[in-house]
């Protein structure tokens, strides 16, 4: 079926073959261009009917002829508006060329369905442009084709533009709507509100978009069980709401549906299809648990504990198994000791009463019980007046049993005054029987005594003292002291209790000071605090009294004195400036009462800022002492020893040299010692006498020549350091050191800033002096053995403002030759104590 598209309102053809059947599809036409709010659509031929998309449908078998037309009316029955339009029924579609009239015409065509797929659907007579189609088209699969028509002459030649052709598939109703599922399953809640949602299903359908082929109806066709109707479903949506809310799952707890979806909007002759919908109703706690009894009885032995004495149960008719089923039990009344507690079994929902705490036959002989029962789930429905909580009554019976004594209150105390004397007799611990409430029978000892002060009846329980008590024991805590009392009947049952014996205070200690030993730090203080301490009760302790004790012939008032600070301190004061040392002052203490004790205090005067700077205690008439050291004493201590072993390490290098080449110094040398320097105050004058010195020095030429000469070095103990002779071209020369000023002058053989007084020679001879020499230690060390380099290079050696005075001594120190030591005349002070060490060897 083909068709062209046409305006709206004017004429419109539709192609159809030359018979129809009754309820064809004849084709569409476009109702909406023509007329939007047409509500009536009227068709002048009978045998022809027009749907409201516009789609055309014979409605008896018609044999056409070359042409036949029919009106379509659209009506608007509220505006009385009305619209026409004419459909032409014509049979074959031809193509032909307005220059037919002059030149013999060749029609043909290309495109989709001609020369490409699908292949020689469409072909065109060649002599009069006549399109045909040759078989069936799918719309689903080809909805449109869009061909190019060709007008030729014989000789090729064409006399018009090609004609390009737009061919449309009307689309039948061969497609049934299919629902998205066979069987959709949905959960809608118990007594719900009318009109509720339970679900949505859903159908689709291949069919052109937006025709009433498409166009699909949903309606419910049976419902099991059928009484009362529950359901409904919206025709276009295929939403499902409830229409009672009289839905009881413990009635009926599931619906089954058979649906169906219709084509066409519903029409008898659309297309359907059906489907199956289960609706399960689910459970809501709309029914309230219930006591199968209101009332029981139960009965428990006293003193019994962590058993079961009852289970309730309750009828209840929502789900099993769920929150809405489950029950919780409570004790309303009767419990208010704590005695009885209540639980759920899971697996039977039943309500388990238990004892969690001991009954006493001899207080309550029965107990009465009121326990309550909700769900788990809150309750669904309105209250109301009536109470949501089933409630029933327990009767709990207490039978009596044989107990033992009891120890009742576990603790019981006594009073006692200290250092009252053995054998003295007190009450003890009571116990007594619970039925008879009677002590009589009950037989008592002792478990636990710490320092076995007492005895106890064995029939009474009272106890008598063993020797005497002090209350300040050294286990004793705040005057109390606990014995542990066993109490037992005639058949061997027993219980335990605590007899604390409060021990009264008598005032029989004297007023004690517990740091025995006092450090005054001279320098910064004239006083030290002490403290004194009364074991006492606080009624026979401060305030205290302070005091000096002496004799007649004693020095102590001469020389200490007393100030009270407080009631328990006081300021303990030298007078006369005390020398340094240790002194021995005895002080009392009296406390309110007038009990007082002697405490002989050691006293520690001593040079120090703080207690713990203070090293040692001197007495003061042997001058003996002991020496502590301090931290900064014993950091001394050990960079003393490093510095020994430095000059340790020294000397057996110099040992390991001289075996390579035999002693060249004089023994005289090995007999001088060390002089120690000491800068901050001044000492004893040292000279030292270096004969046998050997001079090394180098003439003009560049060559050593030996000579013999004499170096006295005098050495004076000052701040500063003075060159005061300097003679040269000779072999003797002096080089002495005073205190004192002089004219400032930088020492070329140290680098330093030295003092230089009455120098007779100029700076540029003292130079001419000391080259030769360094140059030729330099040469030296720059030597191993066999003459060769060394590897610890000596680096070169130049005056202050030219570059680092530093240099490798390292193969120096080990060379020992016959000659060339006169450097160690030009070495700085701290230099010659290390320089004499190793002459000695």
């Given amino acids: 079926i083909l068709t062209f598209a046409c305006d709206a309102c ?27 709010s047409a509500n009536l659509i009227h068709s002048s031929d009978p045998n022809f009917q027009i749907l409201e998309d516009g789609s055309v449908y014979t409605t008896n078998a018609i044999l056409s002829s070359e042409k036949r037309n029919f009106t379509i009316t659209l009506s608007d029955t ?43 659907l469409f072909y065109v007579e060649r002599d009069t442009g006549n399109l045909y189609c040759t078989r069936a088209v799918d719309r689903e699969q080809y909805d449109s084709f869009e061909i190019i028509a060709f007008a030729t002459t014989p000789d090729g030649y064409t006399p018009e533009l090609p004609l390009p052709l737009l061919i449309k598939i009307e689309d039948e109703n061969d497609n049934y709507p299919i629902f998205t599922e066979e069987t959709y399953i949905f959960t809608v809640g118990e007594n719900c509100r009318v009109g509720s949602t339970v679900g949505q299903v859903c159908a689709t359908d291949k069919d052109e978009p937006d025709t009433l082929h498409t166009r699909l109806k949903y309606s419910i066709l049976e419902q099991l069980p059928a009484s009362p109707t529950l359901f409904s479903m919206h025709p276009t949506t295929g939403v499902i709401t409830t229409t009672s809310s ?214 009474t329980g009272s106890i008598t003292t063993f020797r005497s008590l002090d209350r300040e024991a050294e286990t004793i805590t705040n005057g109390t002291y606990d014995v542990i009392i066993l109490a037992s009947d005639k058949d061997g049952r027993s219980c335990t209790g605590t007899l604390r014996i409060k021990l009264e205070d008598v005032n029989d200690n004297g007023p004690l000071i517990p740091k025995r030993t006092v450090i005054i730090c001279k320098t910064v203080m004239s006083s030290a605090e002490i403290v004194a301490f009364d074991p006492d009760d606080s009624v026979n302790g401060p305030p205290f009294d302070f005091s000096l004790e002496s004799d007649s012939n ?61 090293t040692s205690r001197i007495d003061p008439r042997s001058g003996d002492g002991e020496v502590k050291l301090g931290k900064w004493a014993i950091l001394a201590i050990l960079l003393g020893i490093a510095l020994l072993f430095c000059v340790l390490f020294t000397l057996v290098c110099g040992a390991t040299g001289a075996a390579k080449k035999p002693q060249v110094f004089p023994d005289d040398l090995a007999q001088q010692n060390l ?50 002779s300097c003679q040269g071209a000779g072999h003797h020369h002096t080089l002495e050191s005073y205190k004192g000023g002089g004219q400032h002058t930088l020492d070329p053989c140290r680098g330093g800033l030295v003092e230089v007084d009455n120098c007779k020679y100029t700076y540029s001879e003292w130079h001419n002096f000391t080259q030769p020499h360094l140059g030729e230690k330099v040469q030296l060390c720059n030597q191993d053995d066999n003459h060769k380099h060394a590897q610890d290079y000596v680096l070169t050696y130049n005056y202050e403002g ?40």
């Fill in 10 to 36: 004017k004429k419109v053809t539709l192609r159809i073959p030359s018979k129809l059947d009754a309820k064809t599809f004849v084709g569409r036409v476009n109702l909406k261009e023509c007329f939007k």
């Fill in 78 to 120: 509220e505006n009385l508006e009305e619209k026409k339009i004419l459909v032409l029924l014509e049979h074959q579609i031809k193509v032909q060329s307005d220059t037919a009239q002059n030149y013999t015409i060749y029609y043909s065509i290309r495109g989709p369905g001609v020369d490409r797929e699908p292949m020689n």
């Fill in 246 to 459: 009289q839905l009881d799952r413990e009635l009926i707890d599931k619906y089954r549906l058979k649906i169906k979806v219709q084509d066409m909007n519903g029409q008898y002759f659309g297309l359907q299809t059906t489907a199956s919908c289960i609706i399960h109703i689910e459970d809501v706690n709309d029914h309230l648990p219930t006591f199968t009894r209101t009332s029981y009885v139960t009965s428990v032995e006293e003193n019994k504990v962590d058993v079961e004495i009852l289970r309730v149960s309750v009828e209840d008719k929502d789900l099993i198994n769920t929150a809405n089923w489950r029950a919780n039990y409570t004790i309303l009344k009767g419990n208010e000791n704590g005695n009885f507690k209540i639980v759920t079994d899971p697996r039977t929902n039943e309500g388990v009463l238990c004892v969690i705490k001991p009954l006493n036959y001899e207080e309550r002989q029965q107990v009465t019980l009121q326990i309550g029962v909700v769900n788990e789930a809150p309750y669904s429905k309105e209250a109301g007046s009536r109470s949501t909580m089933s409630m029933a009554t327990v009767t709990v019976n207490v039978k009596d049993q044989d107990e033992g004594p009891e120890c009742n209150p576990p603790v019981q105390t006594v009073q006692i005054k200290e250092n009252v004397p053995a054998n003295t007799r007190s009450n003890g611990y009571k116990a007594y029987d619970p039925e008879t409430r009677s002590s009589s029978g009950i037989r008592y000892k002792k478990v636990n005594d710490p320092k076995g002060w007492i005895t106890v009846d064995e029939n």
């Fill in 554 to 614: 004693s020095d102590i008032r001469r020389m200490w004195t007393l100030r009270k600070i407080n009631s328990t301190a006081a300021q303990l004061f030298y007078q006369n400036d005390p020398p340094f040392g240790e002194y021995t002052v005895p002080v009392r203490v009296t406390d309110r009462h007038g009990v007082s004790h002697l405490t002989p205090l050691n006293v520690i005067v001593c040079n120090c800022v703080t207690e713990n700077d203070c």
């Fill in 675 to 724: 002089i120690v320097s000491n800068t901050e105050a001044p000492g004893d004058d040292k000279v030292c006498s270096t004969n046998g010195f050997t001079i090394h020095t180098v003439d003009s030429s560049g060559q050593g020549v030996k000579n013999g000469g004499q170096e006295t070095i005098e050495m004076v103990k000052g701040r500063h350091q003075t060159l005061e």
């Fill in 802 to 841: 030219k570059g680092s005075v530093a240099g490798s001594v390292g193969c120096c120190s080990e060379r020992q030759e016959e000659d060339g030591l006169e450097f160690l005349d030009h070495l700085e002070p701290k230099f010659k104590t290390l320089a004499e060490t190793c002459i000695k060897r």
